[in-house]
């Protein structure tokens, strides 16, 4: 007997999709190939705000060539009503406005009509055939400036809801909300609420930060192809963080049952969040009804950026107290989330995380989703939550230098534990906060000297509270011994290997004899979308449901054979055992069929919450104050992955979450013109981080296991991209003494602010 | 409430592969198209029986756009064993040496070597520079012939099987067995057994009959695109009857476990019993194997009909007495089955079938399996009975013309019925012999007068016993009150809808609120070959249970909701019930999610024999007996379906069952060359029967529930084959006054018997 409690969790296996993965062979959206596919284009409006006054698609249709055009008109019009999609509740005519826009455009690239076409240029040159009479209209572009009174409308009928009731207040503030703990009183201005306690209050600092709106900015382009079937069926492919949420909301926008509608989720090349909202979709889907052939779309990268979901652009302000003990004693929390072109609930998900480290007694946040007239934004991994980290956590590290205490002890005072309230009103769980402090602490990078002018370490801390949700699983077992494991769950980041091992756990089999399959809607039950950091918690959890059907039906198989009760019979690490008689799981699953066919388990769960992860980042930095280039010499992540399934794939999550994180740290943002086009609508001029940029990211995997899960486990792939940035600006600081409060930590504005000290 | 016992069994709903198969939309397997894919091409021996000598396929190799080559050398070697064929147990070296021959080639259209090449037309030039030297030996092609002692042996290494036991004895014999019931004594020669009761027979007919080779007659050619994937599992796209089944036998012949293998099962155009077997899938994956590639191989129509299993050719000897009071007492069968090239057990089947209509006191039939230099059978449609049946049926058909008997009359005296022994052993359970006789008697058409010269009206009976076997399927609800139903049965034949129907009878749902989906290997349980009538039934069954499963979980919900024990609700036509609270299906599924998440039923089955199905032919026949010329006046098909679960594709079967019996009676052989070559390999010289060919085929559908199976079903597919050739030619005899011995009756003999008599 290992020590280790469980002989599959916690390996390191190849992966089941790796071959495919590293060969070419698997196969993404854009692969898919079908007789008789033509070619979707799709044309996108060049004004931020405009009315269509007319728009007239004659001569594309005919241009030789074209199969199929479509506008907002080709939509149904059935009754709005609210729908629930991930990150929030839209009215549907929202959604389908995203889709193709009926009588204004609201953002740059906002598609107005599409075209179907022999190929790809043809499709493109039709489009361009399009007559559309524009009258322009004054954008709002800036998240303070939206908010005024008088600021242009994006939408006429958008009313907003505050404390969770819709007014009468018409504007660009979708929603209001206030989270409130302790002790509060009326703000001195009349209006709000301000926590008591900043009295008490040694030290106090105030300060507002701002982040640019950024692009999940992942290789593989948006894309759809669709087929109308004659029996009145609709078949799409497409690259989508979620095969039944993809089937919702295509049903939704087409009016259609969502047994309709069978999506076939193909290899993902990077989503982030990016890839739960669809876009083409429903386009291609018209088209397809149009012409009678199955049609393709994908998106040109200048469309990825203007016209799918980056995250919001944030106006931040953060003032807490703390006293000389250490203990923070208030805290007050202002926050703007520009949401694009229409409402999302991305501000409430910064607002669930951005204290959520800290035990404060009192505090009160204000929030406010603000429409604007850019792209309508979509979750980025722990959406909301790194932009209020960046707030928050500088904010914390000010507070520690002021009381003269290390910053990581500075938190530990302050540490969130179990039972510790969160500002959104529920206690925390059973959470790791405080052992990822410590890892933080004892690691030698914190330890580790920091030598030679112009460089700091900064640290910082990071929460995602992750999500549960619906999941299903089947499991057949092969007469040799293996399993065939059918899973509704998109695999973006090796989800079918922990998923794999749990029910290998299960099972008492190797992770390759349990082979998995990401199957289409048609073919198994709805599991909700892979986002939230849920698919190795909740569809693990199926898998290990469906994986004890199989074994509760094998043990009446062998009870058959063995003429016992099925109670007589345990398993073991593979083995079933009766007495002193034994069989091994691919002996039985030999005779399966003499013992009455076939064996299918089937596991299917709905947690309505799971384990929140923390993770933390160390960061040293070099800063060169002449031209304000920050270059970063390590850096290490650290997250509690409860229990860390594969530890490969975990130390994969935080290293990749980091990169993204030094990215929104130093190098990315939507750059905009004045007349709110996006300026910067390429990978050559949007500035992701290179391999240059990124050093070696150090992991530590801290463990504290979820007690609602069977094996502990917890969502990995969000909290580590939300402390980076704090790390780096903190870092900075300690480098050369300037803070910068705005994301990027762009170069010139580090050049100017050492400048102004100077002066 | 309707008197009918059920809301939708019965029906007869749109098929639900219906609008693709109308559009063309269905992909058959030469429809697959993947990237990369190239094309192979079989080279096939000239002779029926020589030896390799030398075989070179070096200027293959070097042939421009050549991308692999394979011989036999290229199967594995791992040891010979038994492996257990649908139609029969065969060693797995003879299956091998089916798929690319070795040493000795078998017959005509025997595979030596495959190319790959970047188009069909590079293979085909680059096979034919394979370079191979045959030394010819002489070919064994009449049954008879090949009994001999002295017989030129097919294979060397081939053992006679005897009641059951492997003998010494070499030769073409593959295997003796013997049926016996009643009593039996010595044959006076001294070989073998006779029955008693001739001396009792007041009229003893004894004839001898022949049927030629014939060949099922789909019209889509064999197939296989396969990819030998890197990571060492290979995929293979084929239409089959059944995807487990040929990923089984791929695995054998590929020396893989079968979880290393999945097979997508295409759409199928037509199969009838000859896309069981493999011939093209392990030739594609190992052209994959060598070239990286996928590799698509498409029969030629030539290589159809040499290189697939056609049915076998017999020999049969009918010996029948019966007293004047229209009893039967005395029967003895001698049948000989040529297997072609390799063992098979149709024989044993022809002699489960050839008397099972029938309440014979004393019988004894033998049966061989004979080896010849033609290709290895396969099964087709009622697989050994047609053959059997016209040869028993003709001369029941004279018994009762003897006795001065009506031949239904006859029949109806001797019928068995639940509890008659069969000769193989069991007794039959509750059958519909007698009410298919009755139907046939009563039926307009046989009361019909049937006026005019040369004209004639026969009749016949046919039985097939059918099989279980083991199935699985799962059902998936979905959100809107629909349900997606997986299933491992591939569709030849509506099963999509009639396997739906029963699942949505359990879940009071309509048939197209069950969306069925035919599932690849990897992602359903292990599901038996669609053959043996046993997919309606069997698969049909495992969907039933997958709803009761589905509905006691849903039960659990509903409980959940209403705040009561599971036991306290009720489900009846759709409807939750608990006291006066309601809840539709639908209602019920929009709340899973709430409610712990989705529901998936899951259901598996293994019937170890199900009901035997008879058929009746009511065959009017006009022959010209200046040409031979028989025409079909009036045909009608009378069958037991249990129940028919879609009456319209019920009658479709026996249309298309009566369509091919018509083939066999009149028109379908295989005709050979002195050397073993088939002398009609297309559809222009093999005669199919045509639209011109076949009147309206009238049928009744008789109802005799099998009560074993939850809706009483028995399979339909087959039995409908069987007594069209045997009614036909009792018909040409009714009509003209000869009887002939021979399939098919051509006209030629025909001709030659009128003039034979006339002398």
Redesign the interface.
């Known amino acids: 007997m290992s020590d280790r409690p469980y002989e599959v969790i916690g390996t390191r296996p190849v992966r089941h999709d790796?071959?495919?993965k590293v060969?070419g062979?698997a196969?993404f959206g854009a692969?898919v190939?079908l007789?008789g596919m033509v070619y979707g284009y799709v044309l996108r409006s060049p004004h931020a705000h405009a009315r269509i006054r007319r728009l007239d698609t004659t001569r594309a249709e005919q241009f030789p060539g074209v199969l199929a055009v479509v506008t907002a008109a080709d939509l149904p019009e059935s009754p709005d009503r609210p729908v629930d999609l991930v990150e929030g509740t839209l009215p549907l005519r929202y959604v389908r406005a995203n889709v193709l826009a009926r009588d204004k455009v609201l953002y740059k690239g906002h598609a107005v009509a599409a075209v179907a076409a022999v190929n790809r240029h043809v499709a493109e040159e039709a489009a361009s055939l399009i007559e559309v009479d524009y009258e322009p209209l004054p954008a709002v572009l800036d998240v303070l400036g939206a908010m005024r009174e008088d600021a242009p409308r994006v939408h006429e009928d958008l009313r907003m809801r505050e404390f969770g009731e819709t007014t009468e207040r018409a504007g660009n503030i979708a929603e209001h909300f206030r989270f409130v703990l302790g002790e509060v009183e009326p703000s001195p201005t009349g209006e709000g609420l301000v926590p008591k306690g900043f009295a008490d209050a040694d030290v106090i600092v105030e300060r507002e930060f701002r982040t640019a709106m950024v692009h999940q900015g992942y290789l593989e382009p948006q894309n759809a192809t669709a087929?109308w079937?004659?029996?009145g069926r609709v078949y799409v492919w497409t690259s989508t963080q979620g095969a039944f949420s993809a089937r919702e909301a295509i049903a939704w926008v087409l009016d259609l049952?969502?047994?309709r509608v069978c999506v076939y989720p193909m290899e993902v090349g990077g989503a982030f969040g990016g890839k739960i909202r669809i876009y083409l979709e429903p386009v291609a889907a018209l088209l397809s009804r149009k012409c009678g052939r199955p049609v393709q779309i994908v998106m040109p990268r200048r469309d990825v950026f203007e016209a799918t979901g980056p995250t919001p652009g944030t106006v931040i302000r953060v003032k807490m107290g703390a006293r000389k003990d250490g203990r923070i004693s208030a805290a007050q929390v202002w926050m703007a989330y520009e949401t694009g072109a229409f409402p999302s609930g991305q501000c409430a998900f910064g607002a669930m995380c951005i204290l959520a480290p800290y035990d404060i007694p009192n505090l009160v946040i204000d929030g406010y989703d603000v429409v604007v007239n850019k792209p309508s934004t979509a979750p980025y991994r722990a959406p909301g939550a790194t932009q209020a980290a960046f707030a928050a956590e500088s904010v914390v590290d000010e507070l520690a230098e002021k009381l003269g205490m290390d910053p990581i002890e500075f938190r530990l005072k302050n540490a969130a534990r179990e039972g510790t309230r969160r500002a959104d009103g529920p206690k925390h769980a059973r959470i790791g906060c405080v052992e990822v402090l410590e890892a933080m602490r004892n690691h030698p990078h914190y330890r580790a000297p920091l030598e030679g002018q112009n460089r700091g370490r900064g640290v910082a801390l990071g929460y995602w509270f992750n999500i549960g949700w619906?999941?299903?699983c089947?499991i057949?077992?092969?007469?040799?011994g293996?399993v065939?494991l059918?899973e509704g769950s998109v695999d973006l980041s090796g989800t079918r290997t922990s998923i794999a091992m749990q029910a290998a756990e299960v099972l008492g089999l190797r992770p390759d004899?349990v082979?998995p399959?990401v199957?289409d809607?048609?073919?198994?039950?709805?599991?909700a979308v892979t986002g939230g950091s849920r698919t190795t918690y909740a569809t693990g959890w199926?898998a290990y449901e469906a994986a004890h059907?199989v074994i509760r039906q094998m043990k009446q198989r062998a009870a058959m054979i063995w003429d016992v009760e099925p109670a007589a019979i345990s398993f073991e690490r593979g083995v079933f055992r009766t007495g002193e008689r034994t069989m091994t799981f691919a002996e039985l699953a030999a005779r399966?069929?003499?013992t009455?066919?076939?064996?299918?388990?089937?596991g299917?769960?709905?947690p309505a919450s799971a384990g929140g992860s923390f993770a933390g980042a160390i960061a040293d930095v070099e800063v060169d104050p002449g031209t304000g280039k920050v270059r970063l010499l390590r850096f290490t992540s650290l997250q509690d992955a409860g229990r860390a399934v594969h530890p490969t794939a975990v130390e994969g999550q935080m290293q990749g979450g980091s990169a993204q994180g030094i990215g929104w740290a130093l190098f990315e943002e939507y750059a905009w013109t004045a007349e709110g086009a996006m300026a910067n609508s390429s990978l050559l001029d949007y500035r992701e981080p290179t391999a240059l940029d990124v050093p070696p990211i150090e992991t530590v995997i801290v463990e504290v296991p979820d007690p609602e899960h069977p094996f502990g486990v917890r969502g990995v792939g969000e909290a580590n991209i939300v402390p980076p940035p704090a790390a780096i600006a903190n870092a900075v600081y300690r480098a050369v003494g300037v803070r910068l409060r705005q994301l990027p930590l762009k170069a010139s504005a580090l050049v100017d602010a050492l400048r102004a000290r100077e002066n």
């Open positions: 790796g071959a495919d060969t062979r196969k692969d190939r007789p087929l079937n004659q029996d049952p969502v047994s619906y999941s299903a089947t057949s077992v092969n007469p040799d293996t065939n059918v004899q082979h399959v199957a809607t048609d073919s198994i039950g709805p599991t199926a059907d399966l069929e003499e009455g066919g076939p064996v299918i388990g089937r299917a769960v709905n």
